[in-house]
């Protein structure tokens, strides 16, 4: 292991960076001029309790920007050296987060697959606690794609997903599989509900794979329309003219 790996991985390293970076997060939350749609979700949010905040994994920063005063919200991160500055960082944004490895699709096969059921476990208890769980959808390594371990989760909790996106006018977009975005001050940011997706305990085969068609469709529609209300467009998929994190966007 290099030097540099070996000093981003010391504890001391890790905790400074987690700080910065939850500071950097409510900079960016307190500067930007947030619409919500639907307008005043407040009754309707109450109204689900907890619920699965479903995300794409590239929004896993700015989803903390959803929790409101009286939320408890909690989120899965795994044991990654580059998960702790993460959960630092959430932490000092109020989000619970669970250590462990999410409930993908296969933790229905192969209940030991890189922790998966120990995942799931620990989101049905928050969710049983009252706890409103937030978890990236995606299937692993593949952008945009629903995976089955929300459903899973959805299904065996009985609570609803909740697709959610959360976008900033201003932001860096990473080169990384999950086409990562971190906002920048001073823009405009978008929060978008969509429709409550709910997987019945004893759903068919078939009927579950419509469901995952049906979310993983919401998901994006909201996305768009959360870049839409930022007057900027969504640039995933496209190549980037440099390699590396690219800056979009400009203040509004």
């Given at each position: 292991?290099?030097l540099i790996k070996r000093?981003?991985?010391?504890?001391?390293?890790?905790?400074?960076?987690?700080?910065?970076?939850?500071?950097?997060?409510?900079?960016?939350?307190?500067?930007?001029?947030?619409?919500?749609?639907?307008?005043?979700?407040?009754?309707?949010?109450?109204?689900?309790?907890?619920?699965?905040?479903?995300?794409?994994?590239?929004?896993?920063?700015?989803?903390?920007?959803?929790?409101?005063?009286?939320?408890?919200?909690?989120?899965?991160?795994?044991?990654?050296?580059?998960?702790?500055?993460?959960?630092?960082?959430?932490?000092?944004?109020?989000?619970?987060?669970?250590?462990?490895?999410?409930?993908?699709?296969?933790?229905?096969?192969?209940?030991?697959?890189?922790?998966?059921?120990?995942?799931?476990?620990?989101?049905?208890?928050?969710?049983?606690?009252?706890?409103?769980?937030?978890?990236?959808?995606?299937?692993?390594?593949?952008?945009?794609?629903?995976?089955?371990?929300?459903?899973?989760?959805a299904r065996f909790s009985?609570?609803?997903?909740?697709?959610?996106?959360?976008?900033?006018?201003?932001?860096?977009?990473?080169?990384?599989?999950?086409?990562?975005?971190?906002?920048?001050?001073?823009?405009?940011?978008?929060?978008?509900?969509?429709?409550?997706?709910?997987?019945?305990?004893?759903?068919?085969?078939?009927?579950?794979?419509?469901?995952?068609?049906?979310?993983?469709?919401?998901?994006?529609?909201?996305?768009?329309?959360?870049?839409?209300?930022?007057?900027?467009?969504?640039?995933?998929?496209?190549?980037?003219?440099?390699?590396?994190?690219?800056?979009?966007?400009?203040?509004?």
């Amino acid at each position: 292991m290099s030097l540099i790996k070996r000093i981003g991985r010391s504890a001391a390293v890790q905790q400074a960076l987690g700080v910065v970076a939850g500071g950097y997060l409510r900079l960016v939350r307190r500067t930007n001029r947030f619409t919500v749609e639907p307008t005043d979700p407040d009754p309707w949010l109450d109204g689900l309790g907890p619920f699965i905040a479903g995300m794409w994994h590239g929004q896993h920063t700015m989803i903390s920007f959803m929790k409101r005063p009286h939320d408890r919200i909690a989120t899965i991160i795994s044991r990654s050296a580059d998960g702790n500055v993460n959960t630092i960082a959430l932490t000092r944004m109020g989000v619970r987060v669970i250590r462990a490895s999410g409930a993908r699709g296969r933790v229905v096969r192969d209940a030991r697959a890189k922790g998966g059921a120990e995942g799931l476990r620990a989101m049905l208890r928050a969710l049983k606690d009252g706890e409103t769980v937030a978890f990236s959808a995606d299937v692993p390594k593949i952008s945009r794609r629903a995976d089955a371990g929300i459903l899973t989760l959805a299904r065996f909790s009985g609570r609803p997903i909740v697709p959610v996106a959360v976008v900033t006018s201003r932001h860096w977009r990473f080169n990384s599989w999950d086409r990562a975005c971190l906002g920048l001050p001073f823009g405009r940011g978008a929060m978008v509900f969509g429709t409550p997706i709910r997987v019945p305990r004893d759903v068919a085969p078939e009927a579950f794979e419509a469901l995952r068609q049906q979310l993983e469709a919401e998901m994006n529609r909201v996305h768009d329309r959360a870049y839409t209300l930022v007057g900027r467009p969504d640039r995933v998929g496209s190549p980037d003219p440099v390699p590396g994190p690219d800056r979009v966007g400009s203040p509004a």
